[in-house]
Structure formats: C-alpha cells, structure tokens
C-alpha cells in the first residue's frame, strides 16, 4: 500500500472514531452516520481524477468554509455552555491561569471534571490571549484556519486538493474540536509550520532567522511533550540524509533545549519544591500510560527516522509515530478497562487522535504527483 493510502486510510478512520462515538449519543443510527460519512469521503479519495472542479470553485468553497466557522464558533460562543460539556480543556487552561493569577502554584489547580493541568507551561501562554478576551473557541478555530489557508495556497500544485477540502467540511472531529473548546489540533498545526520551517532553514547558514526557529522549536515543545516523537523523526532523519550536518543540528537543538527551559523558569523561580513534587510529566505519566511506555514510543520514532528518504516522508512517518503511540495508549485501556468504560464512558480521550492528523495531511498536500508515488509502507 502507499504511504500517500494509508495516511488517507488513518485519517478516514479517526474521522470514523469521532463520528461513531459523538453521532450515537445523539442517535441510535451513529454507526451508520459514520459509516456513510467515511464511505464518502473514502469515495472522493479514489475517484477525485474523475471528478471535475476548479481550482476556484475550491478557492471560493475554502474561503466560505472559513467564514462557516467564525459563525460557528460565534454560535458555539453564546449558545453552548462550556460547562455542560463532558470536555475539560478550556476548564484546564482557566484553572491553571487563575490559580498562577491568585499566586498560588498553577499545577495544584484542577479542572471543573476533577482534572489537574498535564499541559506544560507554553501550552497557557498561548492560550492566555484567548483567556482574556473569554472565547476559547477561538483557539480551536485558529488550527483548522490555518490548514484551510494552506490548502488554498497549495491550489496550483496539488493533486488531492478536492480530497483535502471534502475531507475538512466532513469531518466531525473539526466541529466537535470547536464546539467543546478542544485545541488539540491547533497545538499540533503550530508544531507542523515550525517543521516546514526547520525543513527551509537547515541547509541555510547560522542565520538570526536560524536561531529564532531553533527556540521557537523549543518553546513549542514546552506545551505538550508527545510532539519530542515528530521533532526525533526530523531531526535524526535529517542528519541521516546529510540534509543537515552534526554542528548545525548540535546548536539548533541547543538553541530549542534553552527555549524549552525558559518555559519553565518562572515556574521553577516561584514553585521550586512544589514543581518537584508536582509537574506536568509527573502528571502525564500518571494518567496516560506506565512511564516504560514512553521508552517504546521514542524507540518507534528512531526507527521511522532510517526509513525517511525525502521532506514529505518526515511529516508521514511523525504522523504515523503519534498514531501508533495513541493506538498503544488507547488499547492499553482498552486491555484494562475494557470497551464500555475505555472507548464509550472516555478513559481513553480519543481527540489524542488529532495529534497526528495535521502531519497526515500536509503530507497529502505535498504529494501532489499520487499516480508517481512509487513508495510503500
């Protein structure tokens, strides 16, 4: 199978997950919805060269998409109370914020569903503007903007653009994202331009530009440490590949290892001995998976790396990383808890999910030659 099906394959199957286990709380025919929804879109897929549409039919139905949403998230905003949902990730960030605001250590804070913050520090300060003006929504909705305006400007290159849009308007994970506050794919979009940017830079010379992105690197690890298994698969692959060479890699990761540790500084200054007692990998490894656990996952994205070949096979083989890290994670719970509690009652969170799909599908977007593609999984 080539790479460019299979990530089409997962990404029709975690639309499916979403689709199955939000459309059947609402009613009984959820299965059927998600499986007539992945049916169309696995259509699409196979047929697009069939299907005949303009680059700006494309343009004008992305542009309509976008302002489809800020609608949304305005209707989400004033009609959906945050409370009433079974979804903590704006109650994680309000808590954590508010509780460093009163003075108090911000990891001791919990959610409104009991939860206590597993994000690290960056992951607040970017949303702290969104705080402020009291609409996290708009958070969820900066990640899914993003993806929409590259898919616009790859309209003149790309052969699965009519897929890529198709699959954006069906997705529920994209409108569920928005409506419970989620971010996830927002965090995991950020983390995708800084790859694209240390793609473009690495051959450059050490230029100012050079070290902002090396520390921008750094600061966007600080929010959510599952991202360590992408940045393993760049930057070991790119050395591999001569695409960069040891002392340039040496100091870039130096750079982004210094970003990553101020993020934590003010924190470390203030909560020293409550930061040792309590922090955000202490947190992580204790509600997600035994610690050993991550060892496996980083073992996973080391062997990727030796089978990266080009640019575009980096963002294959990090989405697959996250993928196969989820899988684990979720049949680990599944194994533990069993499929009523795991998947219908929500031990297993599946918007984990949504980490690897931005890698999934900027691959796609760079693949725009698919009948060239001779590569295989």
């Known amino acids: 199978m080539s790479k460019i099906n299979f990530a089409a394959i997962i990404l029709l199957i975690i639309n499916f997950l979403f689709t199955y286990k939000y459309a059947s709380r609402v009613s009984?025919?959820?299965?059927?919805?998600a499986f007539l929804i992945a049916l169309?879109?696995?259509?699409?897929?196979?047929?697009?060269?069939?299907?005949?549409?303009?680059?700006?039919?494309?343009?004008?139905?992305?542009?309509?998409?976008?302002?489809?949403?800020?609608?949304f998230v305005v209707i989400c905003h004033y009609y959906i109370p945050k409370e009433t949902l079974n979804v903590d990730r704006w109650s994680v960030i309000t808590s954590f914020i508010d509780t460093a605001y009163n003075g108090n250590y911000p990891y001791s804070a919990?959610?409104?569903?009991?939860?206590?913050?597993?994000?690290?520090?960056?992951?607040?300060?970017?949303?702290?503007?969104?705080?402020?003006?009291n609409n996290l929504s708009l958070l969820s909705f900066l990640g899914y903007a993003i993806i929409i305006l590259l898919i616009i400007r790859k309209l003149r290159s790309n052969h699965k653009l009519i897929f890529s849009s198709v699959f954006l308007i069906t997705s529920t994970f994209m409108y569920w994202e928005i409506a419970a506050r989620s971010n996830i794919f927002t965090y995991s979009i950020l983390i995708v331009l800084v790859l694209l940017g240390f793609e473009k830079l690495q051959k450059d010379h050490l230029s100012f530009k050079f070290f902002n992105l090396a520390f921008?690197?750094?600061?966007?690890?600080?929010?959510?440490?599952?991202?360590?298994?992408?940045?393993?698969?760049?930057?070991?692959?790119?050395?591999f590949n001569n695409n960069i060479n040891f002392k340039k890699l040496l100091i870039y990761t130096g750079v982004a290892f210094i970003g990553f540790i101020i993020?934590?500084?003010?924190?470390?200054?203030?909560?020293?001995?409550?930061?040792?007692?309590?922090?955000?990998?202490?947190?992580?490894?204790?509600?997600?998976?035994?610690?050993?656990?991550?060892?496996?996952?980083?073992?996973?994205?080391?062997?990727?790396?030796?089978?990266?070949?080009?640019?575009?096979?980096?963002?294959?083989?990090?989405?697959?990383?996250?993928?196969?890290?989820?899988?684990?994670?979720?049949?680990?719970?599944?194994?533990?808890?069993?499929?009523?509690?795991?998947?219908?009652?929500?031990?297993?969170?599946?918007?984990?999910?949504?980490?690897?799909?931005?890698?999934?599908?900027?691959?796609?977007?760079?693949?725009?030659?698919?009948?060239?593609?001779?590569?295989?999984?």
């Open 28 to 33: 009984e025919f959820g299965f059927y919805i």
């Open 263 to 377: 993020a934590f500084l003010p924190i470390l200054f203030f909560f020293k001995e409550e930061f040792i007692e309590l922090n955000p990998f202490i947190i992580q490894s204790t509600f997600l998976v035994p610690k050993y656990y991550v060892l496996v996952f980083l073992l996973i994205s080391i062997l990727f790396s030796f089978f990266v070949n080009n640019s575009s096979d980096k963002f294959f083989y990090s989405g697959l990383s996250l993928f196969l890290a989820i899988t684990i994670y979720s049949s680990y719970h599944l194994i533990n808890s069993g499929y009523q509690l795991a998947f219908v009652k929500s031990i297993i969170d599946i918007s984990y999910f949504l980490f690897c799909i931005p890698f999934f599908m900027i691959f796609i977007l760079q693949n725009s030659k698919l009948n060239n593609q001779k590569t295989s999984v």
């Open 110 to 133: 919990v959610s409104h569903l009991g939860n206590p913050p597993g994000p690290m520090p960056f992951y607040f300060v970017i949303a702290l503007p969104f705080y402020i003006i």
């Open 40 to 71: 169309f879109q696995f259509l699409v897929w196979k047929f697009e060269s069939r299907i005949k549409i303009s680059n700006r039919i494309i343009t004008m139905t992305m542009y309509f998409l976008l302002v489809f949403l800020i609608g």
């Open 216 to 239: 921008l690197t750094g600061l966007l690890l600080a929010t959510r440490s599952v991202f360590i298994l992408a940045y393993v698969i760049f930057f070991l692959s790119s050395l």
